[in-house]
Each structure stands twice: as C-alpha cells, then as structure tokens.
C-alpha cells in the first residue's frame, strides 16, 4: 500500500477545528455550496489594490478599479444570484474602494517608499511530517532595509485589543514563520507587518 501524502491549509484546520462534517463535505468530497459573498469580492479586490501601491504602480486605483469592473461583470456573466440590493451595494462599493486605497496611500506613503516590494501570494508548501504537508499563501513579501517581512493584510468590522491579541499568538503566523524559513534557509524572514484594515460602516 503506498503512502498518501496529506496537504492542509490553515483555513481547512481552523475548519476541521470548527466543524468535522464540514470538513468532510468540502475537503473530502469536494462539495461546496455555490453563492457570492460580496466580502470576499472586496476584500479581494482591495487587497490587490494594496499590492499595486507597494508595487510603486502610478495608476495603482485605476487600475485596482478596472480589475474591480471586471470581477464584477464576471459574476453577472456567471449569472450569481446577485439580488438588487447586492447590486446597488457593489456600486457603492466603488466609492468605499477608492476612498480605501487613496486614505491608505495618504496615510502610508512613507512606509510604501521605504520598502522594496518582492512578491504577492507567495504560495508556500512545507513538510509537518513525511505524510503531512501544509500550503498557505502569504499575502505580500517586503524588504524593510533590514530584513524581508511577511505582510500580511487583515480586515474587520471592530478593531479591539481582543483582535490585535489573537492574531500576534495565531497558528497562522506560526505556520508562515516555520513554513517560510523552512523553504528559503538562506533568505529568512525577519517579521510579519499585520496591516489591519477596519471596515467602513
């Protein structure tokens, strides 16, 4: 009998953490509920956005805009059940996104001028055990001068020193630092810089 190598992520732990049978249904049978979740699509679509400015892009909110419109038109095409109410939202996310990356460029600039840009979704497969591997994706790679950093972007409704506790002792961070410096001995990281984004009411 050969050996199956096992591949999990932090989201499939935290789901199996969460809810067994859930699990079963999405990573064991492959069977997940189709639906749009507008959240997911603009934290997305921000994210992206982020990545263009520290990328030194000038036309970084056009662009991340453009990349919006399409997304959008994508899930008309795909014929989501998107109700009205969804689609008056998306039109007003455009102005929340805009309003986002040109505060977050205003407020950050100096930190996206002295640091060097590597990559975004640096994806990431390290060995637990010989069975057991465990792939992420980190969201940004920066140098700061001193050192690659591991930045990674949150967002959430309340930002309260609950959260800011919970993500500084995450498994998540954990698994990035061992998985990383696991794959790159000579090219270690030095930190995580957590961009914590609260959400417009």
Known sequence: ???ISMQLS???I???LDCKRKYWW???RGIVPIKFNKAYLVGGVVHHGIFQLYAKNPNAIEETM???YDEVQVLRESKANMSAD???SLVEQEYVIRGILGAYLQRYEDIIAATVHHENEHELTFSVTPDIKIIA??????DSGDGKLVHEIKTTKSLTPEYVKNIQNSLQACMYFHGYNQEHPNDQ???IMYDVIKKPS
Do not use: A, P, R, T
Not at 137 to 142: F, G, Y
């Open 10 to 12: 932090y989201s499939s």
């Open 137 to 142: 994706s980190l969201d940004n790679l920066l």
């Open 66 to 68: 453009q990349y919006f």
């Open 26 to 28: 999405k990573y064991i």
């Open 14 to 16: 935290g789901m199996y």
């Open 86 to 88: 969804v689609e008056q």
């Open 189 to 191: 990281l030095i930190g």
């Open 1 to 3: 009998m050969s050996n």
